[in-house]
């Protein structure tokens, strides 16, 4: 399973921006997908996730400002993020935890990255 990832960029604070990320493959089905994001010198961080069943969860840090949405007929996750903050530049990283259909083994995918930059 490939995921691509896009919507990143160079937006000013206070400004919104939404992630996409599309799972591709074949003969696979989503357990779920989310974001997560890495700034230079720290570890990587949950931003949000979002289950099969529709259980969402977001990172401390983005409550209350990003939204995750899902199109489970095209495997793709959104993230859209408001209000940004010049904090919240890093690049964000997509995520897929994913079965083959008749297989239980969970396996898990990371994309690319995408560079969001905010300037203040």
């Known amino acids: 399973v490939q995921l691509q990832a896009s919507g990143g960029g160079l937006v000013q604070a206070g400004e919104s921006l939404t992630l996409s990320c599309a799972a591709s493959g074949r003969g696979f089905r989503i357990n779920d997908m989310g974001w997560y994001r890495q700034s230079p010198g720290k570890e990587r961080e949950l931003v949000a996730t979002?289950?099969?069943?529709?259980?969402?969860n977001y990172g401390v840090s983005v409550q209350g400002f990003s939204r995750i949405s899902m199109d489970w007929a095209k495997k793709t996750v959104f993230l859209q993020m408001n209000s940004l903050r010049p904090e919240d530049t890093a690049v964000y990283y997509c995520?897929?935890?994913?079965?083959?259909?008749?297989?239980?083994?969970?396996?898990?995918?990371w994309g690319q990255g995408t560079q969001v930059t905010v300037s203040s």
């Open positions: 995520n897929a935890r994913w079965m083959y259909y008749g297989r239980s083994y969970v396996h898990e995918s």
């Open positions: 979002i289950t099969s069943e529709g259980t969402t």
